[in-house]
């Protein structure tokens, strides 16, 4: 059993697919946007985009269905759609709220780095009351390279006041977790169904859910 000595100082956790099954509104939002312009959002596409900032996720719809359109305006479609569906679909991961607890009895800061712009952060956590139970948030727009580019986990652990390797980050998909992994952290993956197809080679563990006993381990909360 791990020691309160062992613990990571901080933890870092993906948003999209890891705390929120906003990958099941995506889904829909991406076959929505692309029936418009007659082409079909496919598993393959949607793995391209995971884990991606939008500006590199709509450029590669746009590469890969050959579309005319600017990667703004399909972001800012996209929004307005996911906003349209959120609604009463939007729900927290199973174990996510108990996690979040666990971390807290065992004063563990904790933060939160998406690829998703700061106006779906906000659309997903403030209706379950989240955003003060985290030392910071790191969106699409605090960040110049978005993953599998490390830096927003190198800005995570420099607002932490950590070094990378004191931190576990918690992620769901392939480009997360080789964000991670570049920047020094120890990563937990947590593949959801849009996602146990990638290689999570880079990950340090990978667990079937938030409420897996061995990330409490990893994350020395064995007990709690």
Same mark, same amino acid.
């Given at each position: 059993?791990?020691?309160?000595?062992?613990?990571?100082?901080?933890?870092?956790?993906?948003?999209?697919?890891?705390?929120?099954?906003?990958?099941?509104?995506?889904?829909?939002?991406?076959?929505?946007?692309?029936?418009?312009?007659?082409?079909?959002?496919?598993?393959?596409?949607?793995?391209?985009?995971?884990?991606?900032?939008?500006?590199?996720?709509?450029?590669?719809?746009?590469?890969?269905?050959?579309?005319?359109?600017?990667?703004?305006?399909?972001?800012?479609?996209?929004?307005?759609?996911?906003?349209?569906?959120?609604?009463? %679909?939007?729900?927290?991961? =199973? /174990?996510? +709220?108990?996690? &979040?607890?666990?971390? $807290?009895?065992?004063?563990?800061?904790? #933060?939160?780095?998406?690829?998703?712009?700061?106006?779906?952060?906000?659309?997903?956590?403030?209706?379950?009351?989240?955003?003060?139970?985290?030392?910071?948030?790191?969106?699409?727009?605090?960040?110049?390279?978005?993953?599998?580019?490390?830096?927003?986990?190198?800005?995570?652990?420099? %607002?932490?006041?950590?070094? =990378? /390797?004191? +931190?576990?980050? &918690?992620?769901?998909? $392939?480009?997360?977790?080789?964000?991670? #992994?570049?920047?020094?952290?120890?990563?937990?993956?947590?593949?959801?169904?849009?996602?146990?197809?990638?290689?999570?080679?880079?990950?340090?563990?990978?667990?079937?859910?938030?409420?897996?006993?061995?990330?409490?381990?990893?994350?020395?909360?064995?007990?709690?």
């Amino acid at each position: 059993m791990k020691t309160p000595e062992n613990r990571p100082r901080a933890a870092v956790f993906d948003m999209d697919g890891l705390m929120f099954n906003t990958e099941d509104v995506y889904d829909e939002v991406g076959s929505k946007l692309l029936r418009r312009r007659g082409h079909e959002f496919t598993p393959e596409l949607k793995n391209l985009m995971m884990g991606l900032r939008p500006q590199p996720a709509f450029e590669a719809m746009i590469r890969h269905c050959r579309l005319a359109d600017e990667w703004q305006a399909l972001a800012a479609e996209s929004n307005r759609l996911f906003l349209q569906i959120l609604g009463g %679909r939007l729900r927290p991961m =199973p /174990g996510l +709220m108990e996690l &979040l607890d666990a971390l $807290e009895r065992a004063d563990v800061p904790k #933060a939160i780095g998406t690829s998703s712009s700061r106006e779906l952060v906000d659309a997903c956590l403030n209706p379950f009351a989240l955003a003060g139970r985290f030392r910071f948030i790191l969106a699409a727009e605090d960040v110049v390279d978005g993953k599998p580019h490390p830096e927003i986990y190198l800005t995570a652990a420099r %607002r932490f006041a950590v070094s =990378p /390797g004191e +931190m576990i980050v &918690l992620e769901d998909s $392939e480009n997360g977790c080789r964000a991670a #992994a570049a920047a020094g952290a120890r990563v937990a993956a947590v593949p959801g169904q849009h996602s146990r197809s990638q290689d999570f080679s880079a990950a340090s563990m990978v667990v079937d859910n938030l409420a897996d006993p061995r990330l409490y381990l990893l994350l020395g909360l064995a007990g709690h």
